[in-house]
DNA sequence: GCCAACGTTGGC
DNA sequence: GCCAACGTTGGC
């Protein structure tokens, strides 16, 4: 069997919180992804089962809040298709598919959040692709022993 | 609201 | 294929 890996999903809650992905919202579709490498993880390597950090982002105080677990196999984004969507690519083809979307659920949310601040001051987590300069990936690896380190700053 | 750091676009 | 201009992300 396949070893299970970790990530970390930003999203601005004000447009798809933690609670909306427990709330099944969009039946737990993660789409709008426009970004090659992001898309590359979501088409390449994410499988069913992995675990994702889900990130809140461009707020006052962005932290890591709950996890999802991953309940699809990678598939179209279908706002590439849809002319009425903010996210819709007139460059993308049925034939020709750019963009890729996957499902989600949740799993638990945080006790605790853990917060940038957090997350910047524990010295095991400095090597987080979150943490490096400049990054704005919004899909990004997590090791395990980091992701696990999270879950313990997260409980109580 | 500012702006650094990226990513993308398009003229050449 | 280069690179200037423009657009976006996201912390502060």
Do not use: C
């Not at 789409?31 to 982002?57: C, E, F, P, T, W």
């Not at 949310?109 to 400049?134: A, F, H, Q, T, W």
């Amino acid at each position: 069997m396949k070893k299970r890996l970790y990530w970390l999903f930003k999203t601005e809650p004000k447009e798809y919180s933690y609670v909306d992905l427990a709330n099944n919202k969009y039946n737990g579709r993660w789409d709008g992804v426009r970004n090659y490498q992001a898309r590359n993880y979501l088409r390449d390597s994410i499988k069913m089962g992995d675990l994702v950090l889900i990130y809140h982002s461009s707020i006052k105080i962005p932290a890591v809040v709950g996890v999802g677990k991953i309940k699809s196999e990678p598939y179209p984004d279908p706002t590439q298709f849809d002319s009425k969507s903010y996210y819709f690519d007139s460059k993308a083809r049925k034939d020709k598919v750019r963009w890729i979307s996957l499902d989600l659920m949740a799993v638990k949310k945080l006790e605790r959040e853990v917060n940038l601040l957090d997350i910047r001051s524990n010295p095991k987590l400095k090597e987080m692709v979150l943490l490096r300069k400049g990054s704005r990936l919004s899909i990004q690896p997590v090791t395990e022993a980091n992701f696990k380190i999270i879950l313990d700053m997260g409980s109580k």
